[in-house]
């Protein structure tokens, strides 16, 4: 990594949390932000709670009789709800079983459309969530090295983030660092290099 690559790196890092906050305030549908698309699905957590009880002790009885249908028909467990609804058959062998399936397709589908908010572009959500990622990623990674390169060399690692982060000039720097100018170009010079070498 180059000289002027680590300085665009750490001069980039306060803008990148800035989209961060920006794009985890955007709305995807049914109130839910993007931010929350990016944590553990609540439904899934409610899941694994549930997942040890008997399904008696907290499905009424028409659910109960729907989960049946679908032990009934479902050869295998997909993981992915469009899969579970993919599925489930049209049609049963019996037909009262048919009334239950439709039932059990139409609250499948209903989870679908709460979870992807049909007002929505699936492509725009799932890109501006690619983007957050990427961005929480990337500042992960220069916090990650900042604390590495600050486990042994405290003084550079400080010197970087004052420069390049906080964006202090040169004067500021020197008077937080209790060095003269100097020794500041001689560390930041070598925080530069060492930050590089952290990240190659």
Known sequence: MTEQQVIDQLTGYRQKQARIQALGTYTVGSGIQ?????????????????RGLPSYMYLGKRDLQLEATAHAYLTFYPAGVRSQRNAIPDIGAYQE????????????????????????????????????????????????????????????????????????????????LAVVEKTYYR????????????SS
């Not at 993007?34 to 549930?50: A, G, K």
């Not at 139409?106 to 799932?126: F, Q």
């Not at 560390?187 to 952290?198: C, G, H, T, V």
């Open 34 to 50: 993007i931010s929350r698309l990016n944590d553990e699905d609540q439904l899934q957590q409610l899941h694994r709670r549930l």
């Open 97 to 176: 079983d048919d009334e239950l399936l439709q039932e059990l397709r139409a609250k499948i589908a209903k989870v679908i459309d709460a979870r992807t908010g049909c007002k929505y572009d699936l492509d725009e959500v799932l890109e501006r969530l690619s983007e957050l990622q990427d961005l929480q990623a990337e500042v992960q990674r220069v916090d990650d090295l900042l604390s590495l390169l600050e486990e042994y060399k405290p003084d550079y690692a400080k010197l970087l983030r004052l420069k390049y982060i906080q964006d202090m000039d040169v004067p500021e720097t020197c008077k937080r």
């Open 187 to 198: 560390w930041r010079k070598r925080a530069i290099d060492e930050f590089s070498k952290l």
